[in-house]
């Protein structure tokens, strides 16, 4: 049907309703992408696409068409989550003490490592295939890590001898003995403990 007016003159929509479906659209791509994001966190094993759209409350076709396939949901999961790191150290610099904002930061990599449950094998291989560069992942999730250390030791709240590659290592040890959800209160009492390392001794008064 032609949206020509009366005079032969080709109407225009109001900018809103142009605007409208493509907003809608990203809501249902964001809900989704959570939704996924909560599912790989709690998996033991990859879970279907149709038991993500489940989960969901929307129908296969509906993921699909934001996702036409299993590595496009993961890519796009997996990228979500490296943003939310990458961002996040700066915004909780912005909100809190370094030495604060660094265990809280450790949090956020126990939610990323944990989201991983769900989507391994597929990760591995987009890995494996060049699909996912897990090098500049790694340079980005050690840049967000050195934000906080930056601050920690002007501050003088963290060490000045521990390096980004020590906290990451250290990280990664621990969600391996400790993963989430499963032991949730022993990685928390490992996190704490990483912290107190962390911090500048009390000087004598």
Not at 123 to 129: D, K, N, P, T
Not at 144 to 153: E, M, N, R, V
Not at 174 to 194: G, M, S
């Amino acid at each position: 049907m032609d949206d020509r007016n009366t005079n032969g003159a080709r109407s225009v929509l109001p900018e809103a309703e142009i605007r409208a479906p493509r907003a809608d659209a990203t809501r249902n791509r964001d809900q989704l992408l959570a939704v996924a994001t909560r599912v790989f966190a709690s998996a033991d094993a990859e879970p279907s696409m149709r038991a993500i759209a489940r989960e969901a409350g929307v129908g296969i076709a509906t993921l699909y068409r934001h996702f036409p396939t299993r590595e496009s949901l993961v890519d796009a999961v997996y990228r979500d989550q490296v943003v939310r790191l990458t961002t996040g150290a700066r915004e909780l610099l912005g909100q809190q003490p370094p030495a604060v904002a660094m265990r809280r930061w450790m949090d956020l990599f126990g939610d990323w490592i944990a989201t991983k449950n769900g989507m391994l094998d597929t990760l591995l291989a987009m890995i494996e295939s060049g699909e996912i560069a897990h090098a500049q992942t790694r340079t980005e999730l050690l840049t967000a890590i050195t934000t906080i250390l930056d601050a920690g030791h002007a501050a003088g709240d963290l060490r000045p001898d521990v390096t980004a590659e020590d906290i990451a290592a250290s990280l990664i040890g621990i969600f391996t003995v400790a993963p989430r959800p499963e032991q949730e209160a022993k990685a928390n009492r490992l996190l704490n403990l990483l912290m107190d390392g962390l911090r500048t001794a009390a000087r004598p008064v």
